[in-house]
């Protein structure tokens, strides 16, 4: 695949930081994104030759706080 690394975020608490505590009253939860990659397979009758192909790719890139929803 290319790109052959990609950096994924992780939201590293349950509940958000406020004032320098966290605050469960709200929720981290990831942003996601997509991204294009192509994706390299070796041609099947000559291995020196590559089929490359687009695709995508969703991933976490950062976090965000959110208000639970309220069950009902």
């Known amino acids: 695949r290319i790109p ?7 939201c590293l608490y349950e509940g958000c930081i406020v004032n320098k505590h966290e605050d469960k ?3 981290s939860v990831p942003v996601l994104a997509t991204i294009t990659v ?4 070796v041609c099947p009758g000559n291995p020196r030759h590559y089929l490359v192909t687009v ?9 965000t706080c959110v ?4 069950m009902i």
Do not use: G, M
Not at 38 to 41: C, I, N, P, R, S
């Open 4 to 10: 052959a690394k990609i950096l994924v975020a992780e």
């Open 67 to 70: 208000v639970p929803r309220k």
């Open 25 to 27: 009253t709200y929720n």
């Open 38 to 41: 192509l994706q390299k397979t």
């Open 55 to 63: 695709d995508s790719v969703t991933i976490p890139v950062a976090c």
